[in-house]
């Protein structure tokens, strides 16, 4: 385990961008202004980084992340666009509406932050220190709202400190955010359906659109952390092959997704073993989960053999994503 951070508060200027650039790179946890509410950046083809930003928070699952990208340009490098969404993007960015579309082919954004899936959110944020940030950085940078997982969306730097304080890198203060409740969220995957209310009104996006928008069942209402309802449009990721969870040997024709520096028993008969973290850093091994498990799930083997991945930190989380994916069959 590294030291925690000591969290640097520093005011909007061209210092405090620069600063913000040179700890993304790093893979650290920068907070910054955008007009909806404070966000949690960290570089989104990070995936160490992005693990990180989970554990800051808390959350006790791997909920997929918005991705904020400077311009529309920048986010169809990203993400698939139908006549709905480019429609959407043209009308409402930069704003506070995000979009889940269909991943591109080669889309840099870490695995975990799209929870596995195969859609990612992306938004263009309206606010010029996030603007300045996303374009000096160069890349997408996934920001969740900056506050501990189960408490209120920050609108101030000040609230981000009172719950991240030490947890995080740099807190980038730009005063307070003018929407002050989260971007709307709309899926563009067939028809567009709302996901989230949010800073842009439903009805100024079905007027963009020219017909009334579907409501998702089970989607998360205004309860950001609350991910939709299995089966729906975020449906968790999961493997076509079954799981077997607290694996301690290896069976005939299973592959191995592996934990920690001593493998399972019998491991070098596996179709093929991955390991989250030979170190048992469950940092790593969050970065490396939904990467493994679609690797294994392409080694043709009968199942897969999940050794025991311990509860504390992210493992929470970890075991979560595992449970889940054991369970849909
Ligand atoms: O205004 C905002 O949107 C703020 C600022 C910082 O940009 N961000 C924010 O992020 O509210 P967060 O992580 O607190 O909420 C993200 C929401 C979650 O409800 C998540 O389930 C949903 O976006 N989401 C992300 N990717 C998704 C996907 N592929 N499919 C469906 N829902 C998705
Ligand atoms: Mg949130």
Known sequence: MTAPPVTCVLSADAAATAEAVRRLA????????????????????????????????????????????????????????????ARLAETFWPGPLTLVLPKAAG????????????????RVPNHSVAQKILSAFGKPVVAPS?????????????????????????????????VGVES??????????????????RD????????????APGSAASADEIPLAPGMLASHYAPRTPLRLDASGIRAGEALLAFGPKLAESSESAVRVLNLSERGDLIEAAANLFSHLRALDSAGANAIAVMPVPHEGLGEAINDRLVRAAARR
């Open 26 to 85: 790093a893979g650290g946890l920068v907070a910054f202004p955008t007009e909806t509410v404070y966000g949690l950046g960290a570089d989104a083809g990070n995936g160490k980084a992005v693990a990180r930003l989970y554990e800051a928070k808390g959350r006790p699952a791997f909920n997929p992340l918005i991705t904020h990208v400077v311009d529309v340009a920048a986010a169809r490098a990203l993400a698939r666009f139908n006549a709905d969404a």
């Open 107 to 122: 889309c840099p954004v870490a695995d975990l932050a799209t929870a596995g899936l195969d859609s990612i959110a992306v």
């Open 146 to 178: 900056a506050n501990r997982s189960g408490h209120v969306s920050p609108t101030t730097a000040a609230h981000v400190l009172a719950d991240l304080r030490g947890r995080i890198d740099l807190i980038v203060d730009g005063g307070s955010t003018a």
């Open 184 to 201: 709307t969220i709309v899926a563009c995957l067939d028809e567009p359906a709302l996901l989230r209310p949010g800073g842009t009104p």
């Open 204 to 215: 100024a996006i079905e007027r963009a659109l020219g017909r009334p928008l579907a409501q």
